[in-house]
Structure formats: C-alpha cells, structure tokens
C-alpha cells in the first residue's frame, strides 16, 4: 500500500489514510524533548511504515502515543511501538476487554454477532492482517477522563474526551502552538451495535465545539486536512440537516424538502441521503 506523508505544520508530520483495509491519519508531534504519536495505526505494518518514513526524515522516534478512541484501525498497530499509551478511561476499558483474544474466523464472527465489531471491520481486518492473524491488543498506561496535556518541549498536545455517536471514548487533539486540531473520529456516526445513527443534538454540539478552535488545520481520521473555512465550507449541508431534523423530527418527506431547498437541488447526492436516514434513525 502507497502512503502519502506531509509536513502539515512545523511541529506536525503527517501519514494519510488509506481506505482499503481503513488505516486512519497518523501524526508524530515533534517538540524541543519529544515527539508525540496521534494514534498507533491499525497494525504493526501499518506503524512501520510510518517509523521508516520518520527514520528517513531523520525524526526522533515517539516516545508516547495518544489514542483518540478503542476502535481497532486506530489502536491495534499499539504492540509495535513499545511506548507508553495514553487513553480515555473508556477507551483503555474496551481495549483491556479484548486483549488475548484469537481473532480467529469465528472469533470475529462472534465479535460482529455481539455488535462490538461491525462486518465491514471483521472485513478490514481481515485484509489487513491476512489469514495470519497475530494481534496483540494492548491496555493503554496511562488514563485520564476529561482531558490531560503533554508538554513536548515547546509543543503542547491537549487531549479531550468529547463523546459522541461513534464512539463513547472519542477525543479530540489539539496541538496549541501550531493550532492543529484533529478530531479523530468524534464526527461520524455510530458504527458498531445497530444501525448506523446521529443524534442531532450531538453532532451539532461537537460541531460547535470544534469550529471555536478555529484551527489552522483540521483532521479528520479518515479524510484530509482542512483549513477551518473548507472545513465549514464541507460540513455545512450537514450542519443544515442536523437542524432540520431537530425541528422537523421524524418527517422524512419534509427533511429532505428543506434540505434540498436550502441547497437548491433537485435530488439529494447518495451521501446526504443516506445521512438523512442516520439522523432519522438518531432522533427516535
Ligand atoms: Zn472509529
């Protein structure tokens, strides 16, 4: 798999997403001391390919890793690193409850019956890892539960849990100095456990919260970075319909009236209106 880097800020190294066995955005902070890894990859090639890129770069190597949620593309390259890991209570709660698992065949169709993985994750999972399946999920060291900052030497990473529907444990990074944002996964929609759903109320609320950063760069997990006005500029059909269905409820024919009207088109495109349908879904 070809990975694309980037030097996003001057404290900030980025590894892109690839979306076809879903790894994630990487980050590596680099302070005056120190340097910090955002997420351990989905796997330890996953991780090693970003190690040979710092070690190419000449990069000091992390010390520590930040998870922003349990969720398997984001904390199973965690064995690789030989690091300290620092998580949500929530987070490291989960992860302690799936290590020494086999991830064998049956072992992930129990995980999906369970709605603790979805199929489209067993699936991912077993592209990434093959018929060879040797994970290691490993309880983070250090927890905290509302937020907790690390000084790199001139660089300072604040880490929040925000919740939200796609994962309970999900935080947010902001990295002070180069006001770099990234949100993880905080922005997406429940994955595992049911159908697919937004709360309204949620969304608009993480939403909020992340535009009052106004950030030089945001950074979504499984996108690419923006500067806060394309960010605004992205997520402002989504925005509409988040308020829209807080007023209009559980009137789909209406929602998506409003929603067209208000971006003037005559037929939804395939991601709004499966949007509709999560938040509908969210608001019952
Ligand atoms: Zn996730």
Same mark, same amino acid.
């Given at each position: 798999?070809?990975?694309?880097?980037?030097? *996003?800020?001057?404290?900030?190294?980025?590894?892109?997403?690839?979306?076809?066995?879903?790894?994630?955005?990487?980050?590596?902070?680099?302070?005056?001391?120190?340097?910090?890894?955002?997420?351990?990859?989905?796997?330890?090639?996953?991780?090693?390919?970003?190690?040979?890129?710092?070690?190419?770069?000449g990069m000091r190597q992390p010390e520590l890793i930040v998870l922003t949620h349990w969720h398997w593309d984001h904390s199973f390259g965690m064995s690789a690193w030989k690091v300290p890991v620092i998580a949500h209570e929530g987070t490291a709660e989960v992860l302690g409850s799936l290590a020494g698992r086999s991830w064998s065949d049956d072992d992930l169709e129990e995980l999906v019956l369970t709605g603790t993985l979805s199929e489209e994750s067993a699936q991912h999972i077993r592209?990434?890892?093959?018929?060879?399946?040797?994970?290691? =999920? =490993?309880?983070?060291?250090? =927890?905290?539960?509302?937020?907790?900052?690390?000084?790199?030497?001139?660089?300072?990473?604040? $880490?929040?849990?925000?919740?939200?529907?796609?994962?309970?444990?999900?935080?947010?990074?902001?990295?002070?100095?180069?006001?770099? *944002?990234?949100?993880?996964?905080?922005?997406?929609?429940?994955?595992?456990?049911?159908?697919?759903?937004?709360?309204?109320?949620?969304? *608009?609320?993480?939403?909020?919260?992340?535009?009052?950063?106004?950030?030089?760069?945001?950074?979504?997990?499984?996108?690419?970075?923006?500067?806060?006005?394309?960010?605004?500029?992205?997520?402002?059909?989504?925005?509409?319909?988040?308020?829209?269905?807080?007023?209009?409820?559980?009137?789909?024919?209406? =929602?998506?009236?409003? $929603?067209?009207?208000?971006?003037?088109?005559?037929?939804?495109?395939?991601? $709004?209106?499966?949007?509709?349908?999560?938040?509908?879904?969210?608001?019952?």
């Open positions: 798999m070809k990975h694309e880097f980037q030097q *996003l800020s001057p404290h900030i190294l980025i590894m892109h997403a690839e979306h076809e066995t879903d790894r994630p955005i990487l980050a590596a902070i680099t302070g005056e001391r120190r340097t910090l890894l955002m997420d351990a990859g989905n796997s330890p090639a996953h991780a090693e390919l970003f190690r040979q890129e710092m070690a190419k770069r592209l990434e890892y093959g018929d060879n399946r040797n994970i290691t =999920v =490993v309880k983070p060291d250090i =927890v905290f539960t509302e937020s907790i900052n690390v000084d790199l030497g001139g660089v300072t990473c604040e $880490l929040s849990h925000v919740g939200g529907d796609h994962s309970a444990d999900s935080c947010i990074l902001h990295v002070k100095e180069d006001n770099v *944002l990234f949100l993880g996964d905080a922005l997406g929609p429940s994955v595992y456990g049911g159908p697919r759903q937004y709360s309204s109320t949620g969304f *608009l609320n993480l939403l909020g919260l992340a535009y009052g950063y106004n950030a030089q760069w945001v950074v979504e997990s499984h996108g690419v970075p923006m500067s806060t006005a394309e960010f605004r500029a992205d997520l402002a059909p989504w925005e509409r319909l988040a308020r829209i269905v807080d007023v209009f409820g559980h009137n789909r024919e209406r =929602v998506v009236k409003e $929603l067209k009207d208000y971006l003037k088109l005559q037929e939804l495109p395939a991601d $709004l209106l499966q949007g509709v349908e999560y938040f509908l879904a969210g608001s019952k």
